[in-house]
């Protein structure tokens, strides 16, 4: 395991709002850096020779520059001892210079794309009887599972229902869809979205997101949404909600 040392230094949380106006530079995706600079959700802040590196608890990282050959090499030790642990970490690269740096090592290089809402209010869709939306809460909490939950985002459920905010398509007590803030900052809130396999294409999903839009204008932030280039079901209900693809990068993950 990686040991920090005089080339790589973890910021104290206590200096993370000194670090709010590098996390605003970054183009892709900025609530993500945003929220653990201005202490919305949790994540840690390293200082390399070269960069800086801000890494969301969700495993997102985020380089201020492009890093030397021995900081590339640094923080691709950072991405096996991520894996090797079950946890991650994920570059956002915003240049072909980033991308370049990391292509010596055994990574993954894949699109994700980044959506802004495109119009003044929310588009309202009805849900199939049987179905009702409703704001998620701690008893609602315990019940979703899947891949893109809160719990991906925030460090616990405590954090979740004091800086964040959920809705959910409830099938017989159960969530079957959601959409949540799955990064939160002073002026965005990003919308994270899963639908239960077995209930996909009914159009819950665009359901619960079109309230978490109304949720986000109303509170005066503007709502963006991200998803892996592939994702074809997530760009669709993104457009159906009122989103508009304005943006994409490249992402780097350890191994194929």
Known sequence: MITMGDKMKIIDKSKFSDYNDVAARF???????LSVTQGYQQGEL????????????CGFGYLSAVPTQQD??????????????GGKLILFA???AVTKAFSQFDVCVEDRFFYEFAQEKANVTQLPDGFEL?????????????????????????SFLAKGKGFCVVHNEMPVAWAFSSAVCDSVIDIGIETCEG????????AAAGKMVKYVLGVG???????????A?????????????????????YGA
């Open 199 to 206: 209930f996909r294409g009914k159009g819950l999903a665009t």
């Open 94 to 96: 915003e240049n072909e």
């Open 72 to 85: 590339s090499e640094r923080i691709f030790e950072l991405m096996k001892d991520a894996a090797k642990n």
């Open 221 to 231: 932030k503007m709502p963006t949404w991200a998803c892996h280039g592939g994702n």
């Open 27 to 33: 183009g892709c995706g900025p609530v993500f850096p």
């Open 46 to 57: 390293i200082e390399l020779e070269s960069c800086l590196l801000i890494r969301h608890y």
């Open 134 to 158: 409703t704001e998620i809460n701690a008893q609602l909490l315990e019940k979703i599972s899947g891949r893109i939950v809160p719990a991906f985002a925030w460090d616990s459920s405590e």
């Open 233 to 253: 079901a997530s760009q669709k209900t993104a457009e159906r909600t009122g989103f508009k693809k304005v943006s994409q990068c490249k992402t780097i993950r």
